[in-house]
């Protein structure tokens, strides 16, 4: 059985969440979905999977409790929450645009979502990013609104206002990145296979920390495509990822 590079973006997603033991994982999107199903039902399975608002599931999607608004804020700031979200733009500090494009944000070029709370959750809990399309349109050299915050703006808030914050990983459809570096500015991590050091570095608009050595990132075995195939029947993940 040849694993899709959906399938690679997946397993490696789902990587994001080894180690969060019994917390909230909130991945958005078809894609995160998925990769937090398979954490959720392999190697972490005491996560609590939110998805549909408001309702905890289990892997396989069924109802385990409920977690109403009011509360959601309290585990918020407490840092129990590990969020995957997508982004319009990003830079080398990981600072993240949902917002806008363009040059003035009272006359932007492009209405985007809007910020979103992407504020609140990347200064107070784990935050990774989720990008279906690795170009340089969205790694750029400065984001034109600042949404989620990079490590450039929490580390001006000090050890208090930055406790909780932490960007664990950016994966896209051609590589997996973090901010594994003196300076916490992004690095490559892995390629995906079938993609080069070159491909990404072109693909960033940005310089890349860049080690002599990047590995290419691990595809999921036989079994885990099974596993993938009973926790994602209709293929969402190849919504984003195209097989």
């Known amino acids: ?40 039902a392999t190697f972490e399975p005491d996560l609590l999977f939110l998805e549909r608002d408001a309702f905890f599931v289990s892997a396989d999607g069924d109802v385990e409790g409920w977690n109403p608004y009011r509360r959601m804020f309290d585990v918020v700031w407490s840092g129990r929450r590990h969020v995957v979200m997508g982004a319009s733009q990003l830079d080398r500090y990981g600072n993240q645009n949902l917002a806008a494009v363009g040059a003035d944000p009272h006359r932007p070029a492009r209405q985007l979502l809007g910020f979103r709370g992407a504020p609140g959750n ?6 990774s990013y989720w990008v ?12 034109d609104v600042v949404c989620g915050i990079g490590y450039d703006r929490a580390a001006t808030l000090g050890p208090q206002g930055a ?10 459809d051609l590589a997996v990145l973090d901010f594994a570096t ?3 500015t992004m690095r490559l991590v892995s390629v995906h296979p079938g993609v080069t050091v070159d491909d990404v570095v072109a693909a960033t608009g940005f310089e890349l920390v860049v080690g002599a050595d990047v590995p290419t990132t ?14 994602d029947p209709e293929g969402a993940r190849f919504s984003e990822v195209p097989a």
């Open 163 to 172: 406790r909780f914050h932490e960007i664990r990983r950016v994966v896209s």
């Open 132 to 143: 279906p399309r690795h170009t340089p349109r969205v790694f750029v050299e400065r984001v």
């Open 122 to 127: 990347t200064i107070n809990h784990p935050t």
């Open 1 to 40: 059985m040849s694993a899709t590079r959906a399938d690679v973006c997946v397993a490696a997603l789902a990587e994001t969440f080894r180690g969060d033991g019994e917390i909230v994982a909130n991945p958005i999107g078809a894609l995160p979905r998925v990769a937090g199903r398979l954490a959720r």
């Open 182 to 184: 003196p300076t916490r």
């Open 218 to 231: 691990p595809a999921p075995d036989d079994a885990t495509l099974d596993l993938l195939d009973r926790l």
